[in-house]
């Protein structure tokens, strides 16, 4: 039988960063409300959760950098929500966050994980934020403990 390694769920004597975009807020209070109650389910004690508001998606991934690379936090949780308007903003935002996101975690000696909603409506952000569909701010918190326990495995 070959070796496996996996992470486990535990978050005891772990710390998070949560980054989360204060745009749309309507949704990104709930996908935080969401994440917290994950890590603390789980044994993160609340001293060892630290939230950084931005002002939108764009800004998550250069806070995400700096709170990654400072060493304190055993991952980092980006949380936003992105919604379809009439104007191509919605493709620059939700893409360039996206990517950015994307190299950081690939990049950073910690998980750095995406959790942002890139949806058409409000409804359906609402809906994702715990609404109808879980939520996802509780999934990235979920990925995170998981994460961050498998690189301390690695």
Same mark, same amino acid.
């Given at each position: 039988?070959?070796?496996?390694?996996?992470?486990?769920?535990?978050?005891?004597?772990?710390?998070?960063?949560?980054?989360?975009?204060?745009?749309?807020?309507? /949704?990104? !209070?709930?996908?935080?409300? *969401?994440?917290? %109650?994950?890590?603390?389910?789980? #044994?993160?004690?609340?001293?060892?959760? @630290?939230?950084?508001?931005?002002?939108?998606?764009?800004?998550?991934?250069?806070? /995400?950098? !700096?709170?990654?690379?400072? *060493?304190?936090? %055993?991952?980092?949780?980006?949380? #936003?929500?992105?919604?379809?308007?009439? @104007?191509?903003?919605?493709?620059?935002?939700?893409?360039?966050?996206?990517?950015?996101?994307?190299?950081?975690?690939?990049?950073?000696?910690?998980?750095?994980?995406?959790?942002?909603?890139?949806?058409?409506?409000?409804?359906?952000?609402?809906?994702?934020?715990?609404?109808?569909?879980?939520?996802?701010?509780?999934?990235?918190?979920?990925?995170?403990?998981?994460?961050?326990?498998?690189?301390?495995?690695?």
């Amino acid at each position: 039988m070959p070796k496996e390694i996996q992470g486990m769920l535990d978050g005891k004597g772990k710390r998070f960063a949560v980054v989360v975009s204060r745009f749309n807020d309507l /949704a990104t !209070r709930r996908l935080l409300d *969401g994440a917290c %109650d994950c890590l603390l389910r789980h #044994g993160v004690k609340e001293s060892d959760i @630290t939230t950084a508001w931005v002002p939108g998606c764009f800004e998550i991934p250069a806070v /995400a950098r !700096r709170l990654a690379a400072g *060493g304190r936090f %055993d991952a980092v949780i980006c949380l #936003g929500a992105v919604i379809r308007g009439e @104007t191509p903003h919605f493709d620059y935002i939700a893409g360039q966050s996206s990517k950015a996101i994307g190299q950081l975690s690939l990049e950073m000696k910690v998980p750095v994980i995406y959790g942002i909603l890139t949806c058409d409506t409000v409804e359906q952000a609402m809906d994702r934020a715990g609404a109808k569909s879980g939520n996802r701010g509780w999934q990235a918190a979920l990925t995170a403990l998981e994460m961050a326990s498998l690189y301390q495995v690695i």
